[in-house]
């Protein structure tokens, strides 16, 4: 049993990760929590079964999906995020502006594609290849085989690249960046595109291995928010790690605590550390307010 | 007729809603996505309490209440440690959690298949028995609830509550206990939301989780905001717009399905657009960015 | 000199890595005004942070008339009676400068959840506290009663903090930069209130950078530097002192 949760809480926290990665990264640089993130989420699997039915192979509309997600989250900096910043909205208006945005989105993909389930899946459901007295099927097995160096990638890019640098420098200290003169708005809509891409790829491994439905990009968010607030938010390894932490807890939790539970544990993380250790495990302290 | 009451009813209970969100958002600041806990508290209250025990409505009220300002006080807590945004990702994972109880705590409320069959309300003997007296009994409690909260924020009480607002450090060095206040508001307007549950509860006689989700608080904050935060009679416009104009939809005669997605994407979209263009809501009294 | 009303022993206060009080101490006499002084980063503020419980020390000892001040929330120091204002200048600006006023006068019943609900209208303690303050010379205030706080110049808005301090009905005021970027006339008005204050049986401790503000109305001068207490006496003897001229004076 316990080896199987560990499985199942491996490939659930890779795809948090990947989440968390993306809304971390995309906290970082803008000081807000883009809640659409969750609902970008959706139309990377949305657009990727809408690929299929006009009869595209997965191999041509996985990219295309990814690159259209990554498209729509630029639109949504340009044509709302990057106004509100020009007026100099508060992070609470910002915070207002995606919710009605995550809910717009959503809405939309109910609207066109319908409630119920949709597959991209190929293939009968297979028993899954015996590992460590647990199971795996070979799409789990893609999922972290995708997620794992995907994540690795990232951290080379961010430490690597000077682009990658560059965002890391904005995340860390907004305030001196700007005063250097990094060009901010430009790196903002770079991470929107990043994030965007990363949280599109995540639906689609996940939709491979579980389906899809318009919840889906919900239910990610939330995993997401409590993610980058365990593992620290504007710490890049952090949101990673919180995403593993996350998956880790709500399967393993299910052996001592049954499984209509599992979101609650999670939640309950959620308020612990904004109550105990707001800045997560590898977060900067919170600033409170200087008198 | 019958549906013109059905507005009128709806429009009631949802006033007291956001009566009760502006006191503790609008007036003292603490912006909160928990709002429909406390709805579905006096929801489920007054359900379970007349089921089993056959108790009055206004018992049943009273008693929700009480435990609605519990959950207030609760919740409370995280804002006298937590900045702004982590706040109001805080009362989401209460959110949550109050969520995932009513729909996994099976065998106390029943979860997903909701609780069928609740009595229908008297008052002294007299059975509230018609829409015509629903329309009456909620317009008292509507009232009631605005006339309250009317005088609370017009007298000293209020005017320390939007000290805090403003600069909770001035109103420290003022002698006000700001964490005293704080608690207070969200036990009293806690206990104020979960009275529109009980009349909700009452008048459609079949609650479910699904009437206390998330989207419900996103719905009933975005009233608030839309309709002016801290103005009393801004967030009730917002109520009455927010109910009526999805609403007109139903005439155009589409599925029921389509319609609920359409009124969604309505609002959704008049929050982002609010957001941009009038962040200060339709009153527009206070501002967002008072700070 | 009276009595040491205010006293602190070997305060220290470290955060973000930085010693921003170190082992500070100091003696406030009561009906005196003392002037704290010295550079920026100084650690003046900070040592008002902790008189006023916004932030506790790491090390040291804060008492008000000989009672402990340590662990005591700001809200319950300042109805003892020790009130402040802020560098950066603290008021409700959306609220009118009467509420402002009434905001700061205590005790008022109808500041609790029940007798708010349930007490008769009259804002008759708010007449008390606008009667009070034209005795005590705030009647320039009168005419901008109604004008939002944020409307007010920067000068009047200071003046407001000082009136807000009397309204409290506060012993102690710790004014933190009460004249720096104000017009002469109003800073003249506001040092001459000072003083006023003072002969009504008020101690005063204010943070200034301008030397002649201090010359003017300051009993006593406490030095700080780098977190320390430099220097502490009487006005007469510490701002003679050479290198106290040289390091701060020039």
Redesign the interface.
Known sequence: MLPQLFVNGLIAGSIYALVALGFGLIYSTTRFFHFAHGAVYAVGAYLTYAGWLWGLSLYIAIPLAVIGTSALGALLDIAVYRPLRKKGASSLILLLASLGLFIVIQNLISLIFGDDTKTIRSGAVTEGLPIFDARITPIQITIIAVSVPLLALCSVFMRRTKIGKVMRAVANDPELARVVGIESDQIVLFTFVLGSALAAIAAILISLDTDMTPMMGFYALLMGVVAVIAGGVGSIPGSALGGLLVGMAQHLGVWKISTQWQDTIVFLILIFFLLFRPQGFLGKAVKKVSV | MDYLLHILILINIYIILVISLDLIAGYTGLLSIAHAAFYGIGAYATALLSLHFQTNFLVNMALGMAGAALLGTIIAFPSLRIHDDYFVIATFGFQMIVYSVFNNWVDFTRGPLGIPGIPTASLFGFAIDSHWKFLILSALFACLAYGVVHKLVNSPYGRVLKAIREDEIFARSLGKNVNSYKIQVFAIGGALASVAGNLYAHYVTFIDPTSFTILESILVISMVIIGGAGSLRGPVIGAVVLVILPEALRFVGLPSSVAANLRQIFYGSLLVLMMLYRPQGLIGEFNLQGR | MGEAILTGSDLRKVFDGTVAVDDASFAIGEKTITAIIGPNGAGK?TLF?LI?G??SPDRGDIRFRNKTLNGT????I??RGI??T?QDL??????SVR?NL???Y?N?K????WR??F?R?GEA?GRVVEATLRLQGFGSLVPLYDELAGNLSYGQQKFLTLA?CLA?GAEILLLDEPVAGVHPDMASQILQHMLELKEQGRTIVFIEHDIEAVRRVADQVIVMDEGKVIASGSKDEVLVRKEIIEAYLT
């Open positions: 503020t942070n006023t916004f932030l929330p700001p809200h319950e300042a109805r009130s402040r802020f603290r008021l409700i600006r959306q609220m509420d009434r905001l700061a205590p008022q109808r500041e609790a959840f708010a609900l007490g209208k303690e807000c409290m």
